[in-house]
């Protein structure tokens, strides 16, 4: 059974969360963000009080772990083990621990499984840093989302200050330069555009252009109408 895949790879703040939604929605199609899956990893981790280099342990609670996400209405709900942690997961130093772990090959490994089972009729939007060149590489359309990283931290600056939590630019400048430095160079499944891919710099669109031009490339392709 051969399901259509759109894959949306690209740094944070590049957009690719918000557009892989609108695309989803626009095909009707299942929204995998397999970010927040190495952000549940890091946060099960901590509720479990593995240490902070125990690599088997946290590639075990990679396939342990229960974790459900909300639909319809409440797509944006997850649960772990049957706990809200819906914010919790998206927090800053949930980012950090996110990162820390995705660097660990087991743990990466551990995921796979995992991400491939949404792969469902009638299709899926994939949403990460590796989905075109690890996870989904027979995907039909690969999409590498990128922006300045001075326009990615001012739109997570906003983002925060929309939700009423404080940030300084500066410190979201250099943590967004740190952590694509870390997840650029690290040994697996670096972020790096397939070969495959249209890249596409949203610096200067918005994200209504960018999603037009992606739901354009994917009636090009005859993912949808
Ligand atoms: O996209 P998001 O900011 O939620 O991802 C959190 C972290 O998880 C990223 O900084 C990255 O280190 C890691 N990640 C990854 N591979 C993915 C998705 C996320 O390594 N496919």
Redesign the pocket.
């Known amino acids: 059974m051969s399901v259509p895949i759109l894959t949306v790879d690209g740094p944070?703040g590049s957009g690719k969360g918000t557009l892989s939604r609108i695309v989803a929605h626009h095909a009707g199609w299942h929204l995998l963000d397999?970010?927040?899956l190495?952000?549940l990893v890091g946060l099960a981790g901590r509720k479990r009080g593995l240490g902070e280099d125990d690599i088997e342990g946290h590639a075990r609670l990679a396939v342990a772990m229960d974790v459900r996400f909300g639909v319809g209405q409440e797509a944006e709900l997850v649960l772990l083990d049957g706990q809200d942690v819906t914010d919790a997961i998206r927090t800053e130093e949930a980012?950090r621990d996110?990162?820390r772990v995705?660097a660990w090959p087991p743990v990466r490994a551990s995921l796979l499984e995992r991400q491939r089972a949404f792969a469902q009729p009638p299709g899926l939007v994939a949403d990460?840093?590796?989905?075109g060149t690890v996870v989904f590489p027979e995907a039909a359309l690969k999409v590498f989302l990128t922006a300045s990283a001075q326009v990615r931290a001012l739109r997570r600056y906003n983002q925060l200050k929309e939700k009423g939590s404080g940030a300084s630019l500066s410190a979201l400048s250099r943590e967004i330069a740190e952590?694509d430095a870390r997840?650029s160079t690290r040994a697996v499944?670096p972020l790096v555009p397939a070969r495959d891919a249209e890249v596409i710099d949203s610096t200067g669109l918005s994200i209504g252009e960018v999603a037009a031009c992606v739901i354009e490339l994917g009636r090009q392709r005859g993912l949808w109408t």
Do not use: I, T
């Open positions: 944070s397999s970010g927040a190495y952000r980012g996110a990162s995705a990460g840093r590796d989905m952590r997840d499944a």
